[in-house]
């Protein structure tokens, strides 16, 4: 599923080559002491209320789209590495993924059909079905600052 030139665990940990990937946030994983802020900030970012003791009451729930998970014994970034050549876009039957401005992967809500197969394609893992939408990162919705980015004391996110 990963490149050529990279084998599966290390595509699949963002940790690729500069042909597959173009991760628009750098994750410095010495940096990082998972304490799950970024994932807090971002769930906080897009939820309805924007108040953290109101979002918990909130249906659906926010979903954070990045996650620092462990595995083989590291530290991993779980996010949208905008590809230069995206497979959730190729796949997508409804052409609700965009690829912008040959930078950004954007997923059109009001077209996304719901079926997932961007999810399977995916070769990260970093889009998930938050009821029957797909969603990823989506860069803030354009903002200067990343709330992952701003919420993270330690510098293990910079954004390029």
């Known amino acids: 599923m990963g490149c050529l030139d990279c084998d599966e665990l290390q595509f699949h940990y963002s940790e690729g080559c500069d042909a597959c990937i ?3 946030v750098l994750y410095v994983p010495k940096n990082c002491m998972a304490c799950k802020s970024c994932e807090l900030a971002c769930a906080l970012r897009h939820s309805t209320t924007g108040d953290i003791n109101a979002a918990i009451c909130e249906y659906p729930h926010p979903l954070s789209r990045l996650t620092i ?7 991993h970034l779980i996010t949208c590495h905008h590809c230069k050549r995206p497979k959730c876009v190729e796949v997508c039957q409804a052409n609700a993924i965009e690829k912008n401005d040959d930078i950004t992967v954007t997923i059109k809500n009001e077209r996304c059909i719901g079926c997932g197969e961007c999810v399977e394609a995916c070769p990260f893992g ?3 079905m ?3 939408e797909a969603v990823k990162c989506d860069l803030c919705d354009g903002a200067a600052e990343l709330s992952c980015v701003l919420a993270c004391k330690c510098g293990a996110l910079i954004y390029r």
């Open 69 to 75: 998970e462990q595995g083989d014994g590291n530290l």
């Open 22 to 24: 173009d991760s628009l």
């Open 130 to 132: 938050h009821g029957h």
């Open 126 to 128: 970093a889009i998930q």
